[in-house]
């Protein structure tokens, strides 16, 4: 009997470094303006420039890609978080509404994303979230702010964990509410417009909660 071949396993394409982070960043942007649903993996390679091969090699199905878009948005904001540090003179909130602003200014799709698979329904998508995300924060942020409070950067009259609820929706509802209001209030998602929000966002929020 004819000895069969070994099998071998694909190699790296070549000339295709790219590609991964091509079909990522793509993915993201049209899954959460249509839903991974509406999006179809050739069009989604198209966008990218690539193969939809390419699609199968690195993700295995579009579901596969999918659940990488959202890890790869959800660790970044997380290794922002874990990345804060005590520094004299400044509290935790002052720096996660800068660093918080400035990675989703650098992810814009992903507040988009995050909520339009919460509210799909979709419970491995959301298992996701909880998982590479909410847990993890939720483990850091109100001790962190409860910190502040302590070291009299904030009221000890409000609740932490309401005080990180309207951190996080004063820095998630601009990217939320471009699509409606961005184009009829002006507003240009570049580096003036991060630093100007970051500023007015800090100031905003320091203002109301910092001991009277």
Do not use: W
């Not at 993890?136 to 962190?144: C, G, T």
């Not at 820095?171 to 409606?180: E, V």
């Amino acid at each position: 009997m004819p000895i069969e071949a070994e099998k071998k396993k694909p190699g790296r394409p070549k000339g295709q470094k790219d590609a991964r982070e091509s079909l990522l960043k793509t993915a993201s942007a049209l899954f959460a303006e249509r839903g991974a649903d509406a999006v179809s993996v050739r069009e989604i390679a198209h966008e990218a420039g690539v193969s939809p091969a390419m699609v199968n090699y690195y993700f295995a199905d579009k579901q596969g890609l999918m659940r990488a878009v959202l890890e790869r948005g959800l660790d970044g904001l997380l290794a922002v978080i874990e990345g804060m540090g005590e520094v004299k003179g400044q509290s935790f909130t002052r720096q996660f509404i800068d660093g918080y602003l400035s990675a989703l200014f650098e992810e814009p799709s992903l507040p988009h994303l995050m909520v339009r698979e919460v509210l799909s329904g979709n419970e491995t998508y959301r298992e996701v979230i909880r998982e590479r995300f909410t847990n993890k924060a939720l483990a850091l942020v109100p001790s962190r702010i409860g910190n502040d409070v302590q070291n009299r950067y904030l009221r000890n009259d409000l609740d932490p964990r309401l005080m990180m609820l309207s951190l996080l929706g004063m820095c998630i509802f601009p990217f939320l509410s471009k699509p409606l209001v961005g184009a009829r209030l002006g507003l240009q998602f570049d580096d003036a417009f991060k630093e100007q929000l970051i500023e007015h966002t800090t100031r905003l929020f320091e203002e109301g909660a910092s001991p009277k």
